[in-house]
């Protein structure tokens, strides 16, 4: 891939304008604060809000030119279209990648890529967490130490209802005693999921270098592989190619 | 688990009224022989089907003392109301078990519990399967021979569109040159979910011994366990219990 | 399984005689405490140590007749005979469950399964865990709350040098900053092995009724299952099972 | 990863010198196709084989210089000494990428990673084989159909003695009725291991263009991530960095 990866930071955007304490974190929006951040690390990115005419943003030219997402929502899930989810959801399995990060756990998206409840515990007494790589062989742990520390984050806590991740590239670790799977990596269709775990409106946890470095980690992983379009339904190759016990 | 395991049959039903050849398989219903098999092997075993009423005769109080329950659906798919779907998969989270047979890959249930597509190659020429156990530490390969052969089946063939399983079984041969994950097993909330591919309305695929004992051995390994129910939502244990740190 | 499974509880007993703070939390070695436990869960339990003879008490005629064993080890992995590890790893394979506790994770037979270098964090200042479940849908999790919390205890640290586990269970959480996978399962061969984190040979963990339903689990999860022994090498089915294109 | 990934094919090369028939196939030695193979895809290759001195070709100086290793043997698995096996399998839980081909399932380094006993079955009567590609959204799978058809190879079979690998990526199809996990990905410490079946010393199975696109794609997935070295042992950090209760 040596191509410039082009994401899309897709955020609901309503806190920044509806809550001054959030304001005060993100004046500009937390997509902003994301697509600044991950320009650093050289993709191409854009991005596009709830809010945003037509389609969230996500018009079919947006998506057919996204190799990988990022989506942030927590308040406003239900105003996100199911016309739109489903197609975001679709391109994800056509290929594209998609990065859910904190609150998108409940996301039309991300639930509906999971089969689950997608639901957890939570607790916003800005406590410390530690997050803990516990495998080191993964890309997303790249060029990282061996924990990142946040000294003051929203918990969310264990059982955090998903499929087992096909890959857990990060634990976290919480002061008041919870645990939480908080880097977990799918694959679904010929696309990849990634979730990661921190990340808040009141928090100014976008503007950490270490968690931009493992969405930018995470970007690399999720572009999309030029592998084959699987062929679906009725599969009638030539005769010739069916085996001579293919025949009732 | 020494109580007996209550399971519910559940079946379209449509082809045995409207197609001859599948009324000369299944003449009273492929329900009926699934629920013949199963008891043989000691389950409580009641079937429905979709046009029993109200609900396809999956109302509340039958799920709610269903253990596990084996789907199987193939031309009406749709015609399974949406909130019967939504509800079924509610339970396999709450920790029913669900065991969907063949082409219950395509049935809302099943689609809405992996998140995927769910499609793949198929083909009618009657051509031999054999069963490969992959897994052979895995309960649901108890009692069987290290492979099935099925003398004429429908071909199932890969990319299957489906979550990696966390436990994958069987994986199938067909004489036309293809290969299937045809024994898969997931966990979803507090429920597990196997799918098994073998099953066609026109083979007897359901009078054979050995695939119902791989059925009956998910009905084991698919039987709700005695876990704890997790807490959601806003976690604020006494403060005591909040570490020093837990303080902003 | 209605027969009742044949557990052998293996400790190496060296600190029981050797340290006056084991031997008072310990007084007939670790293997009896956990022995009883066991007992009262309904299984057929022996126990064998380090010091019997032959073969740390381990000689064929024990491991044949073991359903599944329980290790425990810490200060004299080295004393432990290759040809034993060589054969309770075989028996493993052949179908054995093997539940390796705490500092088990050095073991010769466990690190000789896992294949990879099994060392981990440790640190001694008697600091409180929690073990949360990761899969409330797993047997091993059955008949507890949603997390055991042990107040005083070693702490293990992530990374923790080990395969994925097939299915994680427990995660552990630790006061002083540290997470841990505590309960991972994982088929090798035709047999089952869990890694359970408690237990220390000065805390009293093996007498908490919660600790030994947790083992307790794992011996039911973990009991041979009767699947056939795969053919290996050189495979020359009769020529009419192999397809007219299986000729060069 | 920009730099040039440096890959050292190590090669028993012992048919080659003793085969007339693995003479015609492989001349100058399977290492050396696999080489220019391999560098046609960009890479920095060198080759070593079991008759190099000293340590065939892998001195601690080789080692230290390669990212991915890739490993043919077959007759004299043996004859590798165990120091080397040791140090290689050593290497890749430090980071280093190692691709396993074909007979190299029996090899020291791949059953010492594996922690099974690595058996299959096998069959010579230069039968047709499918590699059919079970996710496609593996980087493994790039730049190939959604199949790979080999007219003449050896079969192996299931069972295949490995642990359930962390992604499956292939899955074979033979003409005599067999399935096999031909491409299976793992974790292991801080390095990854790439398990591919084909490839035969008298079937010239590496001058097939998809097949050494596979080991390329292998290569760039298994080449190191620059992550942190765990610390382990005694793990106590500073006091102030333990939490209140993290004391007894």
């Not at 304001?23 to 991005?47: C, E, M």
């Not at 084959?228 to 339904?233: D, E, H, L, N």
């Amino acid at each position: 891939m040596n191509e410039t990866i082009k994401v899309t930071v897709w955020n609901e955007g309503v806190h920044e304008k509806t809550h001054d304490e959030v304001k005060a974190v993100y004046p500009n929006g937390i997509h902003n604060v994301l697509a600044d951040g991950l320009r650093k690390h050289g993709f191409q990115v854009s991005t596009a809000t709830l809010d945003d005419e037509p389609d969230h943003g996500l018009t079919d030219e947006v998506l057919a030119c996204t190799d990988v997402m990022t989506w942030w929502g927590h308040m406003a899930h239900d105003r996100v279209k199911d016309e739109v989810a489903r197609k975001v959801r679709a391109r994800v399995l056509e290929g594209m990648g998609l990065i859910c990060l904190h609150s998108a756990h409940m996301s039309k998206v991300f639930r509906g890529l999971m089969g689950t409840g997608c639901m957890l515990k939570w607790r916003e007494v800005a406590e410390k967490e530690r997050l803990w790589v516990v495998n080191p062989a993964h890309p997303i742990a790249a060029d990282l130490p061996e924990y990142i520390e946040l000294p003051h984050t929203e918990m969310y806590g264990e059982h955090f209802d998903i499929p087992a991740p096909d890959d857990l590239v990060f634990i976290s670790w919480f002061a008041g005693g919870e645990v939480f799977r908080s880097g977990c990596c799918w694959h679904r269709g010929r696309g990849k999921v990634f979730y990661f775990r921190p990340g808040h409106e009141t928090y100014p946890i976008y503007y950490n270098e270490q968690i931009v470095q493992v969405i930018a980690n995470a970007v690399r992983w999720a572009a999309p592989v030029n592998t084959a379009v699987p062929v679906r339904g009725n599969y009638m190759p030539p005769l010739e190619d069916i085996g001579s016990e293919g025949k009732a």
